[in-house]
């Protein structure tokens, strides 16, 4: 199929991008794994395409001693890593802008210092009480920190023309559960107000991610059909190869519901199936999401095992490469019922879904990295071509590829060349990578400039969170008294009986993990 695409001309017209203003980006837990490979990188990225002010700095507050120097030798040794040839002409200028203080997160005189130290800084630079807190820490410190932030006025600007500048970005895990993520909210806000809070989840900074919106709501094509009376199902997956790795410690006590089912399926759902917001605004978009979380029908508890699964990997064979099984990692308790993998049929209770089956899962250890969302259309209502023995004809599927292969694709029947009926299951594909020649920005670089800006719109608003947890919990205490073990999967496999027959019960399949882009099926008399 030829690829479609866009004159370079129309394509620049529809682009839009603020620039940040002039202001402090704060980063708690500097001196960690997520700022060296992510933050700093996105941040330096930012700053080569003049998204950033002149006027902007960074200060990194962490446990370990550093030096300022320090600091920007790791962010310089960061970037280079990630640079893969990409030119890194201006990391003198940038690493020049990072600062660093070290002390303990407990310790009121900690903030005391970090206050000095960004009156100082903003003299320097010539800004006004304009920062960004960004907490890369474990949870558990997040409401510390808070509390801290607000003992020593850091939380709101010291004249109330700067009310608003300040802002707070909390990495998820947002809670462990509904609990205690309104407890989490209630002390975060008593020093911050939610115009001022960004919740992170780093999937809805993905290009692929935020595009679900421009395809629904930037077409008119596919509304008429997103609906009940012409979609049979839709299935949603993110399947990955790497196992717990180093994050034993936290990955065991939470699990792949809490760990990527509250937060990035959800996410993805929402944008899937939401009704249309009235503007490309934060909380329009929102509304919006919120409303959808709320017509997710409710789990019978007592029938879980109906539309839940749950597995924990086994050893097996990953790219050639034999791998532990969950159990045997190091950190992870040898009796442990963490799941490593989840799968569920949703159902989402309004008018435009009514009985339209979502299918979600998501697993570590599989055979193939894969993110998608596939659409599948209902079969034609009668096939005119069975006089000639073709009863069946296959769905028409779209598929809107998550990663790593971004791009649309979907799948229709058409004639082949040659014999009278000859027909063939055609795939009309849309790639990023062919058709736009940059390579796809970081997820937390569109995310740390929005939240440098103001804007709200990707970032998961209190109400949202608890929904999804509301959701969440009875399921995870169902679990967790639950006697059983989750279901063993062997490392390196597509699925595992148990999910499959989550979906098989109800005469459908889950899709093949990373499957070619190309024609797959054809048929001819
Ligand atoms: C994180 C989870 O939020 O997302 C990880 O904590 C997971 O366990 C990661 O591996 C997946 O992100 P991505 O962008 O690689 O799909």
């Known amino acids: 199929m030829q690829e479609i695409k866009p004159s370079v001309s129309k394509r620049d017209i529809?682009?839009?991008?603020?620039?940040?203003?002039?202001?402090?980006?704060?980063?708690?837990?500097?001196?960690?794994?997520?700022?060296?490979?992510?933050?700093?990188?996105?941040?330096?990225?930012?700053?080569?395409?003049?998204l950033l002010d002149d006027r902007f700095y960074i200060l990194g507050c962490g446990r370990k001693k550093f030096s300022d120097e320090d600091f920007r030798s790791r962010a310089a040794e960061a970037v280079l890593e990630s640079s893969n040839s990409a030119p890194v002409d201006d990391l003198d200028a940038f690493t020049g802008r990072l600062y660093y203080l070290d002390g303990d997160y407990s310790d009121a005189d900690f903030y005391g210092r970090i206050k000095a130290k960004l009156i100082e800084l903003d003299k320097v630079y010539d800004v006004h009480e304009s920062r960004v807190f960004y907490l890369s820490v474990p949870p558990f410190l997040y409401a510390a920190i808070v509390d801290h932030l607000g003992s020593a006025q850091l939380a709101c600007a010291s004249r109330l023309d700067s009310v608003g500048q300040i802002r707070l970005v909390v990495e998820k895990p947002f809670g462990k559960d509904l609990q205690s993520a309104v407890k989490l909210n209630d002390s975060i806000s008593r020093c911050f107000g939610e115009s001022q809070i960004y919740r992170i989840d780093h999937y809805l900074g993905k290009e692929t991610v935020q595009n679900i919106l421009m395809l629904?709501?930037?077409?008119?094509?596919?509304?008429?059909?997103?609906?009940?009376?012409?979609?049979?199902?839709?299935?949603?997956?993110?399947?990955?190869?790497?196992?717990?790795?180093?994050?034993?410690?936290?990955?065991?006590?939470?699990?792949?519901?809490?760990?990527?089912?509250?937060?990035?399926?959800?996410?993805?759902?929402?944008?899937?199936?939401m009704e249309p917001p009235i503007s490309f605004e934060a909380d329009y978009i929102r509304d919006e999401k919120v409303k959808l979380l709320h017509s997710i029908r409710p789990f019978d508890l007592g029938r879980l095992d109906d539309s839940w699964v749950r597995g924990q990997y086994a050893p097996g064979t990953i790219d050639g490469k034999q791998v532990k099984g969950y159990l045997d990692?190091?950190?992870?308790?040898?009796?442990?019922?963490?799941?490593?993998?989840?799968?569920?049929?949703?159902?989402?209770?309004?008018?435009?879904?009514?009985?339209?089956?979502?299918?979600?899962r998501t697993g570590k250890r599989l055979a193939a990295k894969d993110t998608e969302i596939a659409i599948a259309f209902k079969e034609v209502p009668y096939s005119m071509f069975s006089s000639v023995g073709l009863d069946e004809l296959p769905a028409n599927i779209l598929v809107l590829q998550i990663q790593p292969e971004e791009g649309i694709s979907l799948s229709f029947q058409a004639k082949r060349p040659g014999s009278k009926i000859c027909m063939s299951t055609l795939n009309m594909n849309f790639s990023y990578k062919s058709i736009f020649s940059t390579k796809m920005p970081e997820a937390y670089q569109r995310l740390l400039l929005d939240c440098m800006v103001g804007d709200?719109?990707?970032?998961?608003?209190?109400?949202?969170?608890?929904?999804?947890?509301?959701?969440?919990?009875?399921?995870?205490?169902?679990?967790?008294?639950?006697?059983?073990?989750?279901?063993?999967?062997?490392?390196?496999?597509?699925?595992?009986?148990?999910?499959?027959?989550?979906?098989?019960?109800d005469g459908r399949k889950w899709r093949k993990l990373l499957r070619s882009g190309t024609s797959t099926q054809s048929y001819e008399i």
């Open 14 to 50: 529809l682009c839009a991008e603020t620039v940040a203003g002039p202001g402090a980006l704060v980063v708690f837990g500097a001196s960690g794994d997520l700022v060296h490979r992510k933050l700093l990188v996105s941040i330096f990225r930012l700053y080569q395409q003049d």
């Open 216 to 273: 629904r709501f930037a077409n008119t094509i596919y509304e008429p059909i997103w609906n009940r009376n012409y979609i049979d199902n839709v299935q949603i997956t993110i399947a990955e190869t790497v196992g717990v790795e180093h994050r034993a410690g936290y990955y065991d006590s939470a699990g792949a519901l809490r760990d990527m089912f509250q937060n990035h399926m959800l996410q993805m759902l929402t944008l899937v199936a």
């Open 329 to 360: 990692e190091s950190g992870v308790r040898p009796d442990s019922k963490t799941e490593t993998y989840v799968a569920a049929k949703l159902f989402v209770d309004n008018w435009r879904w009514q009985d339209v089956p979502f299918y979600l």
């Open 456 to 505: 709200q719109t990707l970032f998961t608003r209190q109400d949202d969170v608890e929904v999804s947890w509301r959701l969440m919990t009875p399921i995870l205490q169902a679990w967790q008294q639950a006697q059983s073990q989750p279901h063993q999967y062997a490392a390196g496999g597509e699925s595992f009986a148990e999910a499959d027959r989550l979906i098989e019960r």
